[in-house]
């Protein structure tokens, strides 16, 4: 098991503010460090250098991958005001920068219109489902990541459909303290939807693979008390090689906690023939001509 706040602990120079560090940990591995981790780091770095307590929206491109090694934290202040303010975040390792992210950091106790139309969609609570854990038979060859967080997925191994994906995420081993650490959590499940809601409208094998090109996030609300949130991630279109997800994140009660966006990029799935051969031996798919 993993912390996945400790595994991500931002230092800020005491010298330099403007200035920081991390240590990427390979508990958070899929094919390198894990992108909304990335970007969580970057968060919280963000949150720590503002003088405002309260993330409104955090936006990153993801340019590199990683290694699991030490990374240097670059900020800078882009402007604002007395309510609001937008700082920078550069997450560097060596000569390459691997995310470039805005952060939009907001004051407590800001007066306005007041509405919410937002309803959840209607699906079983997490304690009615079963984990990836029990569902899938290769889960011990799942990515390092899955060692340290629990998914109940609303919907199975079924025939193609629609290209939505709503899973109900929680850590296995992290609590939640306060805000900033649930923005840091919500910002990390936000991550997920896109490649598993497209996924479900084309199914198994996988003919590619949906590098993450960017993240989103708009917070709403806070709620460092839940354990279980909803991922619901929808991507209404993919096509060119680019597929766009638009994603919600749901607490147990039905509250909107955060929105975001995904961009991704379709390449080719190195394993896919192996997978090709696998389903078809496995009676999934007719036999080749």
């Keep these: 098991m993993a912390d996945f706040l400790a595994d991500g602990r931002v230092e800020i120079d005491a010298s330099d503010p403007d ?13 390198g460090p894990n992108g909304g981790y ?25 340019l590199a991958v990683g290694e699991f090694a030490p990374v240097e934290l670059r900020l800078a202040f882009l402007g604002g005001g007395k309510r609001a303010e937008s700082l920078r975040v550069d997450v560097v390792q060596g000569e390459r920068m691997l995310l ?13 219109y007041e509405h919410d139309v937002g309803a959840p969609p209607a699906v079983k609570p997490p304690g009615e489902l079963q984990g990836y854990q029990e569902l899938a038979d290769n889960y011990d ?97 993919a096509n060119d090689g680019v597929v766009g997800c638009v994603s919600r994140i749901w607490s147990e009660d039905g509250t909107l906690l955060s929105t975001g966006t995904s961009k991704h990029v379709c390449r080719p799935n190195p394993r896919y023939e192996d997978e090709l051969a696998l389903a078809r031996e496995q009676g999934r798919l007719p036999e080749a001509d």
């Design 141 to 237: 060859e799942w990515f390092p990541i899955w060692r340290s967080m629990e998914g109940r997925p609303t919907r199975w191994n079924q025939p193609p459909g629609d290209p939505v994906s709503r899973t109900w995420l929680r850590f296995t081993d992290t609590p939640i303290p306060d805000r900033h650490a649930d923005a840091a959590r919500q910002l990390f499940w936000l991550d997920f939807p896109g490649f598993s809601a497209t996924i479900a409208a084309h199914g198994w094998p996988h003919e590619y693979l949906m590098p993450n090109l960017d993240l989103t996030v708009q917070f709403h609300r806070f709620a460092p008390e839940e354990t279980w949130m909803l991922a619901d991630g929808y991507v209404p279109l």
């Design 19 to 31: 200035r920081g560090r991390a240590e990427l940990s390979p508990n958070w591995a899929v094919w």
């Design 38 to 62: 990335l970007a969580s780091i970057a968060l919280r770095a963000a949150m720590m250098r503002s003088r405002l307590p309260r993330p409104a929206s955090f936006h990153c491109h993801f």
């Design 100 to 112: 470039a992210s805005t952060t939009w950091m907001v004051d407590d106790g800001l007066r306005g």
